[in-house]
């Protein structure tokens, strides 16, 4: 079945470094999603990619989705206290979402 | 934006006996709805896809027996734990996909589940 990993399974930075989680996929996908889970929250929606090779900013935040539609990344530029959570990416395949294993970051202050 | 509500946000329970969570899309109509559980600091595992007006769709490993799934209209599934054993214990959460609007899923804010 479908398997959707990402890595680094944790992240350490010190506030103002550069943050990256990769998310690779075994199968080729329609779209990916990524979220945003804070300790003891739910998954929040950040973005849809849905084009092969496509780039979305939001503020801070890059996200990327590669050109086989297999593997995406979310850079984000001088980490803040306030991006601590866990990232997960979620890959569409035929007919459901299958979730990434998610990249814990903490970052300090 | 779109809300999924979820309840009980809690929830302690004996062994043996059953609890029902309720997912409701508050401003839009779901087709679709998708159930999870996420164990601590793990990812989130589908656990079935809830179609309404049919039968769920489960997951390899899944027990439809034990996992109740009803999505009796287009603002509501159900997921009812028969039988709660201390092992069911785990936080399950529930998400919409809005009619007509392409592949967003929006979550619910997440049920936690303690079996005693």
């Known amino acids: 079945g479908q398997q959707v990993m990402q890595i680094p399974q944790y992240q350490h930075v010190q506030e103002g470094e550069d943050f990256t989680t990769y998310c690779n996929s075994s199968?080729?996908?329609?779209?990916i999603q990524w979220y945003k889970q804070r300790p003891g929250g739910h998954p929040v929606f950040l973005i849809q990619?849905?084009?092969?090779?496509e780039v979305k900013k939001q503020k801070r935040l890059t996200f990327q989705f590669g050109e086989a539609k297999k593997n995406s990344s979310l850079h984000i530029t001088a980490t803040q206290t306030t991006d601590v959570g866990t990232y997960f990416c979620?890959?569409?395949?035929?007919?459901?979402?299958?979730f990434g294993t998610g990249t814990k970051l903490q970052v300090i202050p | 934006g779109a809300v999924v509500s979820q309840h009980p946000s809690w929830v302690i329970c004996k062994s043996g006996t059953s609890v029902k969570i309720e997912c409701r899309s508050l401003?839009?109509?779901?087709?679709?709805m998708f159930w999870y559980r996420q164990f601590p600091k793990q990812s989130l595992m589908l656990m079935a896809t809830?179609?309404?007006?049919?039968?769920?769709?489960?997951e390899q490993g899944v027990e439809k027996d034990k996992f109740l799934i009803n999505h009796a209209s287009l603002t509501l599934s159900t997921l009812t734990v028969t039988s709660a054993h201390p092992e069911d214990s785990s936080f399950y959460i529930c998400?919409?996909?809005?009619?007509?609007?392409?592949?967003?899923?929006?979550f619910g804010e997440g049920s936690w589940l303690t079996v005693v």
């Open positions: 199968t080729t996908l329609s779209n």
């Open positions: 979620a890959g569409q395949g035929y007919q459901k979402v299958t």
């Open positions: 809830s179609n309404e007006g049919s039968k769920a769709t489960y």
């Open positions: 990619l849905v084009k092969s090779g």
């Open positions: 401003d839009f109509q779901a087709t679709t």
């Open positions: 998400s919409a996909r809005p009619w007509r609007s392409g592949n967003t899923i929006y």
